[in-house]
DNA sequence: GAACAATCTAAGCAGTGCTTACTTGCAGCT
DNA sequence: AGCTGCAAGTAAGCACTGCTTAGATTGTTC
C-alpha cells in the first residue's frame, strides 16, 4: 500500500491520497493505531505535507467519516431500489446494506460514529442515512404494514439491530467459530425478516411488558 | 475528582483510585483523553507509579472493562431474578438491564467492547454474560414461546438490538430533541416488547425474505 | 534489627501531533 | 518570455505522552 508519488516535488493527489492509506490503516489496525507520520512516510511526503490538507487528525478522521456516510447512503438507496416496490421488503433492504456496509468497509465504519467528531459536512451527512429509515419506516406505516402512531420507536428498532449487528461484527466480539461473513450475510436476511415483520405487525403485548422496577437497596451498582 | 493519598510515601490503595478515575475520565472525555501523567497527578502520585500496577495502558483499560463486565453480570442476573418467572420477560429484563448498564455506566461500558484489548480475565468474562441472553433464548425455546431449531440467529438478534440501543446513545448519535434518558427508558421497555414478543412467535414471513442479489456492475462501491 | 519485597520518585528516551520558517513549482497576467 | 502570487512541499523543532531505568522510601518477615 505504499503509494510513491509520479514525478516532481508535487505529489498531486496527496489529499486521495492521504484518505486512502488512513481508510486502509484504520481497517487493519484500528483508528489508534492511526499515526500521521507514519501516513505522510506511506504517502512519499514529509510529516508536514498533510497539515496542508487537513487542520488536525481529527479534520482527517472526520473527512473519513463524512466520505463513508456518502457511501453508505448510496448503497442503502441501492439495495433499496433494487427489490419490488414493497415497503417490508425494501426495509428490509436497507437494513442489509447498513450492515452489508460495515463488514465491507471496517475503515469508514469505524469512524462514522465517533462522537467525538464534528464538522459541518459530517453533521449534515449524518442524518441523511437516518432519513432514509424514517422513510421506510414512514411507508410501512402509511400502508398498513406497521402500526401507526409515534414512529420513533419503530425506527429506534429497526436502527438499533442493525447498527448493533455490524458493530459487533466490526468490533470482533461475535464468536468466529463457525461465523463467517458467508454465513452471516443469510443469518442477517433471517434476522431482518423476523424483526421487521415482527414490527409489522400490531404488538398487542407490549402494554403488558411495563417497566417494572427492581427491589431497592441494592449493594453493587445497577 | 482530585484524590489526594492519606499520609505517607505509599498510596495504600492506588489501583483502585486509578481505576476510578480512569472511569470518570472515560466517562466525560471519551477513552482518548485519558493520559497516565494527568491520571497519576489527579490519584496524587508520579508518573511512573502507575505502572507498578498496571503493565501498560492497555492492561489499565482490560481491567476497567473486566470489571464492566463483572457489574453488567450482577446488573442481568439482579434484573432478570426481579421479575416474574416467564420466559419472555425474563429476556425483556436481561435487555434493559443491558442497556440501562451501558447509559449508567458509559466510563466502562466504552471500553468493555473493544477488540484491541486482550487478558486472561477479559477473555473469561466476556463470554459470561453473553452466556446470560443464550440461557434466556433457551429457556424460550424449552417453554414454547420461541421457535425450536437453532438458536444462533435468536441470540444474534436479541443481542444486536440492545446493543445498538445501547452504543447509539453512548456515542450520542441519536437525535437529542425530545430523547432525553428519562424518555429512553420507557421506550426501551417498548423497544425489548416488541422485539421479543417478536421472537416468540412462528415467523412464516422470514423464508420469503430471501436474499435477493443486487443488480450486477455497479460504480460506486458498495 | 537486618534483609527483603513492594511501592514510589526523578529523570530521561522514543514517538506523536502540530507549528514555524523556508523552499519549490504551477498558474495567470502583461 | 518573464514576473508574480499562491498552493503545496520540506526541515527543524516544541510540547506532550507512554514507558523505562536507577535509586529512594516504607512495610514485612525471620
Same mark, same amino acid.
Given at each position: 500500500m505504499r503509494l510513491k508519488r509520479k514525478g516532481g516535488y508535487h505529489h498531486g493527489e496527496l489529499r486521495r491520497t492521504l484518505l486512502d492509506v488512513s481508510i486502509d490503516v484504520i481497517d487493519r489496525r484500528g483508528v489508534d493505531a492511526l499515526n500521521l507520520r507514519e501516513l505522510a512516510a506511506r504517502a512519499g511526503v514529509s510529516s508536514g505535507a498533510p497539515y496542508h490538507h487537513f487542520a488536525d487528525r481529527?479534520?482527517?478522521? +472526520?473527512?473519513?467519516?463524512?466520505? !463513508? *456516510? !456518502?457511501?453508505?447512503? +448510496?448503497?442503502? =438507496? @441501492?439495495?433499496?431500489?433494487?427489490?419490488?416496490?414493497?415497503?417490508?421488503? @425494501?426495509? $428490509?433492504?436497507?437494513?442489509?446494506?447498513?450492515? #452489508?456496509?460495515? $463488514?465491507?468497509?471496517?475503515?469508514? *465504519? @469505524?469512524?462514522? *460514529? @465517533?462522537?467525538?467528531?464534528?464538522?459541518?459536512?459530517?453533521e449534515k451527512a449524518r442524518p441523511r442515512a437516518f432519513q432514509l429509515l424514517r422513510d421506510a419506516i414512514h411507508d410501512c406505516q402509511r400502508s398498513g404494514v406497521a402500526p401507526a402512531g409515534d414512529w420513533q420507536p419503530l425506527v429506534l428498532t429497526a436502527w438499533s439491530a442493525v447498527? !448493533?449487528?455490524?458493530?459487533?461484527? =466490526?468490533?470482533?466480539?461475535? &464468536? %468466529? %467459530?463457525?461465523?463467517? &461473513?458467508?454465513?452471516l450475510? &443469510?443469518?442477517?436476511? $433471517? *434476522?431482518?425478516?423476523?424483526?421487521?415483520?415482527?414490527?409489522?405487525? %400490531?404488538?398487542? #403485548?407490549? #402494554? /403488558?411488558? #411495563?417497566? /417494572?422496577?427492581?427491589r431497592p437497596g441494592k449493594a453493587s451498582p445497577e
Open positions: 481529527e479534520a482527517l478522521l +472526520a473527512a473519513v467519516a463524512e466520505e !463513508g *456516510f !456518502g457511501y453508505l447512503e +448510496a448503497a442503502m =438507496i @441501492r439495495e433499496r431500489d433494487a427489490v419490488a416496490d414493497d415497503a417490508t421488503l @425494501r426495509l $428490509t433492504a436497507l437494513g442489509r446494506a447498513y450492515v #452489508s456496509f460495515a $463488514t465491507n468497509h471496517r475503515g469508514h *465504519f @469505524r469512524v462514522m *460514529f @465517533r462522537g467525538d467528531l464534528h464538522g459541518a459536512d459530517l447498527h !448493533g449487528l455490524a458493530t459487533l461484527w =466490526i468490533d470482533g466480539v461475535l &464468536p %468466529k %467459530k463457525g461465523l463467517n &461473513p458467508e454465513r450475510a &443469510p443469518m442477517v436476511t $433471517t *434476522f431482518l425478516g423476523r424483526m421487521f415483520a415482527a414490527l409489522a405487525r %400490531k404488538q398487542p #403485548s407490549a #402494554s /403488558r411488558l #411495563s417497566r /417494572r422496577r427492581a
